[in-house]
Antibody, heavy 118, light 108 residues
Framework: QMQLQESGPGLVKPSETLSLTCNVS????????WSWIRQPPGKRLEWIGY???????NYNPSLKSRVTMSVDTSKNQFSLELTSVTAADTAVYYC????????????WGQGTLVTVSS | EIVLTQSPGTLSLSPGERATLSCRAS???????FAWYQQKSGQAPRLLIY???SRATGIPDRFSGSGSGKDFTLTISRLEPEDFGVYYC?????????FGQGTKVEIK
């Protein structure tokens, strides 16, 4: 049973870059695809994008210009960077794993709240 | 992108009752790429149903998924106290994958 845990700053200033890391334990990061999903307060879940252990990525077109995802196989971690953040990027950010590029989300992290505010 | 609309917004039921949750898509979806999740307050979503009707590991058989085209349903045959929470539908048939806005199942 794989477990995921997000980490990163809980507060980011407007126009700066949001950076989060997801640590994967209980299995190899090369087995799955890895997504970031967020949920702004009172709003629905929004898929941000995914990364594969090879480095292949696929992003939501609505965020593509500001998103970068990467994998560190030596640490069994993957990361999210979101540039030029605004208050609209305030959300609970989840990392999640899925067994294929076009598959359901099997594993989820607990989520981490990131607030964008000066 | 495909918009998923869930109904009702809130379902107030008693333990032992049957719950029927609906999800309507803005365009037709391949049912093999449809999922349902349960989320309890302060917790991550948990996968219940994938591929339209397949139960995830450890999910009891009182949960069932059905539907095709634009209309999908999650049925909980007899509510248990631990079933109360928010339920989300999700499609991964068309990029980008999208979620419904959620149905809250609360104790009556």
């Amino acid at each position: 049973q794989m477990q995921l845990q997000e980490s990163g700053p809980g507060l980011v200033k407007p126009s700066e870059t949001l950076s989060l890391t997801c640590n994967v334990s209980g299995g190899s990061i090369s087995r799955y695809y890895w997504s970031w999903i967020r949920q702004p307060p009172g709003k629905r879940l929004e898929w941000i994008g995914y990364v594969f252990f090879s480095g292949f990525t696929n992003y939501n077109p609505s965020l593509k210009s500001r998103v970068t995802m990467s994998v560190d196989t030596s640490k069994n971690q993957f990361s999210l960077e979101l540039t030029s953040v605004t208050a609209a990027d305030t959300a609970v950010y989840y990392c999640a794993g899925h067994p294929g590029a076009i598959r359901h989300f099997d594993y989820w992290g607990q989520g981490t709240l990131v607030t964008v505010s000066s | 992108e495909i918009v998923l609309t869930q109904s009702p917004g809130t379902l107030s039921l008693s333990p032992g009752e049957r719950a029927t949750l609906s999800c309507r898509a803005s365009q037709s979806i391949d049912s093999n790429y449809f999922a349902w999740y349960q989320q309890k307050s302060g917790q991550a979503p948990r996968l219940l149903i994938y591929g339209g009707f397949s139960r995830a590991t450890g999910i009891p058989d009182r949960f069932s998924g059905s539907g095709s085209g634009k209309d999908f349903t999650l049925t909980i045959s007899r509510l248990e106290p631990e079933d109360f929470g928010v339920y989300y539908c999700q499609q991964y048939s068309s990029a980008p994958r999208t979620f419904g806005q959620g149905t809250k199942v609360e104790i009556k």
